[in-house]
């Protein structure tokens, strides 16, 4: 439904500079006339969106805007979804009830009027995220302790005991803000890199500490990306909120934290993939290539 879309464009302006409208009307399967018209109504909902011609052109959230441009809680969420809720029932729009029920499988606790919104919008979220968001969200609901495996962007797997504070959305991916029992202090942890998730029955009071400000996630390599189509499945899923589609190719920019992580994920792809940037990177991944070749020759 319209909703659904509007939040869905929202959440790209918070999370990005600027962005085309070609780009969403691709995201988002519709025309760029209708990506226009939705910019419109986000823009009389309250959410300021300015919008720049010429060959960089295209539309972002002007400075200022009550909301960090960083990352977005679930609350956050819940101040958009009331703004724009009010401007689609202003004109005229649908019922929300199908909305109303997606939520409501994801969390239940939303039927309940005397708790506070908390949405998880099912467009936002990957594969790997719906396995634990509605656990994290009632763990954090009723300040119980939980514990996971995780796989950081290295490949390292550790065991992590942690209470779990809150949920928050960059850049299209959900992290785990909360204090971490084995490292002592508050950590944010990606959501779909967590398995095995269990919630314990015994629950934690909030601490002073964690009112400190939290890691940000560790500095990592911009890189570029250029995959032919016989590999666009495959790519929509491992890089969701991080591609464009061109029609006859996809570009991806994301950003790796370890050169051997990202030299893993080019090999997988075969000659599918292109490195288009940094430079640093293509000659990594051509003294890889020599290595192999020693095995073999």
């Known amino acids: 439904m319209k909703l659904d879309r509007l939040?869905?464009?929202?959440?790209?302006?918070?999370?990005?500079?600027?962005?085309?409208a070609t780009e969403l009307a691709s995201r988002f399967e519709v025309s760029i006339r209708t990506i226009y018209r939705d910019i419109?109504?986000?823009?009389?909902?309250?959410?300021p969106v300015a919008s720049f011609s010429g060959t960089d052109g295209g539309f972002e959230i002007m400075d200022g805007f009550f909301l960090s441009k960083q990352h977005f809680s679930i609350d956050d969420f819940s101040v958009i979804y009331s703004?724009?809720?009010?401007?689609?029932g202003a004109v005229g729009g649908k019922t929300f009830t199908s909305l109303v029920n997606k939520l409501s499988s994801l969390q239940p606790a939303l039927l309940d009027e005397g708790l506070q919104k908390k949405i998880v919008f099912d467009m936002s979220t990957?594969?790997?995220?719906?396995?634990?968001?509605?656990?994290?969200?009632?763990a954090i609901d009723q300040s119980r302790r939980?514990?996971?495996?995780?796989?950081n962007a290295s490949g390292q797997v550790s065991e992590r005991k942690m209470e779990p504070l809150n949920l928050l959305w960059e850049?299209?991916?959900?992290?785990?803000?909360?204090?971490?029992?084995?490292?002592?202090?508050?950590?944010?942890?990606?959501c779909s890199r967590m398995t095995k998730l269990e919630v314990f029955d015994e629950t934690f009071s909030p601490r002073s500490e964690s009112k400190s400000p939290i890691h940000a996630p560790e500095q990592g390599t911009n890189v570029h990306l250029r995959f032919d189509l016989t590999a666009q499945p495959r790519v929509f899923e491992q890089f969701p909120g991080e591609y464009i589609f061109h029609g006859d190719f996809v570009d991806v920019q994301t950003i790796f934290y370890s050169k051997e992580y990202a030299l893993s994920v080019i090999l997988s792809y075969g000659t599918m993939v292109e490195i288009l940037s940094p430079d640093e990177l293509k000659q990594d991944l051509i003294d890889k290539l020599k290595e192999i070749r020693k095995i073999y020759f």
Do not use: H
Not at 7 to 20: C, Q, S
Not at 83 to 88: F, I, K, P, S, T
Not at 176 to 190: H, V, W
């Open 146 to 151: 939980i514990a996971f495996t995780y796989i």
């Open 171 to 190: 850049k299209g991916t959900w992290y785990l803000d909360g204090y971490c029992l084995l490292r002592k202090d508050n950590r944010l942890f990606r």
């Open 7 to 20: 939040l869905g464009i929202t959440m790209e302006l918070l999370t990005k500079k600027r962005v085309t």
């Open 126 to 138: 990957s594969e790997a995220e719906k396995e634990v968001l509605p656990s994290l969200l009632a």
């Open 83 to 88: 703004l724009l809720e009010g401007m689609e």
């Open 40 to 47: 419109e109504l986000i823009n009389q909902s309250g959410i």
